[in-house]
């Protein structure tokens, strides 16, 4: 394998977040030599509904609205949980009746900005992402719903493909909540449109952050995939060798360590096309699947 060009990487700094150079490339050195990146003991969080993703296909589940209310609730907390229970049986037009209700009869409940999350998806599977984008701006930053609203707030502007205004908002989640089990998602969203706008010291950066702060997150798998991709992809950063030996990396964690995140990806299928069509291309041979 030709010597890793590491130390030429220049890489785009976030204050509040960023590592500098030297930390980052001791930490892709160790990837590319699978000795340096020490993963800790592991344990994979409940899911519930994967989000829709492109090059993230997101295992981890939105943090989703709390539904654990009280067994006799208020008028307030009945009206909610009844919404919640509508939306869950795919009742979209009642439920969205109730949370619109909701919001116009009780403007000051605790539970508003719970009821304008559930509107939102509403909205959102309604095709309505202007409706979902003004919904979702009435939340504060104050609230508890608030990264949750980021969340949506980026994912509905990614599906509008403005990816600027989309970036705005994880970078949001990533800086000012980076203890909160969106963070690491919306990094390597983040590393995602970089990636996408030939950006790959960005996108290098944002991966890197999670294998480094995000050891026992499900996102693990997509960082380690997102740079190889980029090596393999990116217009400036182009190094088959590097792409071919993170996708080994990656497939070991699979297979024959049966590691946590890696074991059960559903990436795993990509990357061995990927690495496949690197050897036959550019090797010259082909590998078993």
């Known amino acids: 394998m030709k010597k890793i060009i590491i130390s030429a990487l220049i890489f785009f700094s976030i204050p509040g977040w960023s590592m500098d150079s030297k930390e980052m490339e001791e930490i ?6 699978a000795d340096s990146v020490r993963e ?3 344990t994979v969080k409940n899911d519930e509904t994967p989000a829709e993703q492109p090059l993230n296909p997101e295992k981890k589940a939105e943090s989703g609205p709390e539904t654990d209310l009280k067994s006799s609730p208020s008028p307030e907390e009945a009206l909610i949980k009844n919404g919640i229970q509508l939306y869950e049986a795919s009742f979209f037009e009642n439920a969205k009746q109730r949370f619109e209700n909701f919001i116009q009869n009780f403007p000051e409940s605790s539970y508003r900005d719970l009821a304008s999350i ?9 095709n309505d992402d202007e409706k979902a984008l003004n919904i979702l701006k009435t939340i504060g930053s104050d609230s508890g719903e608030y990264p949750l609203a980021l969340s949506l707030l980026g994912k509905t502007y990614l599906r509008k493909k403005e990816d600027a205004k989309a970036m705005e908002y994880f970078y949001r989640i990533a800086s000012l909540f980076p203890d909160h089990e969106l963070a690491d998602d919306s990094l390597i969203e983040i590393a995602g449109l970089h990636m996408n706008s030939n950006r790959g010291n960005q996108a290098i950066e944002a991966a890197i952050k999670v294998i480094k702060d995000y050891k026992d997150r499900e996102t693990l798998d997509d960082a380690y995939f997102m740079i190889a991709r980029v090596f393999e992809k990116d217009a400036v950063l182009k190094d088959f060798s590097i792409a071919r030996k993170i996708y080994k990396i990656f497939l070991k964690k699979a297979t024959a360590d049966k590691a946590p995140f ?10 061995k096309s990927n690495l496949q069509n690197i050897e036959i291309n550019y090797y010259g041979k082909i590998i078993s699947s």
Do not use: A
């Open 118 to 126: 559930w509107l939102s998806r509403i909205y959102l599977k309604e």
């Open 40 to 42: 800790t003991e592991q």
């Open 28 to 33: 892709l050195r160790g990837i590319v030599e």
């Open 262 to 271: 890696f074991v059960n990806s559903p990436l795993i299928k990509k990357v």
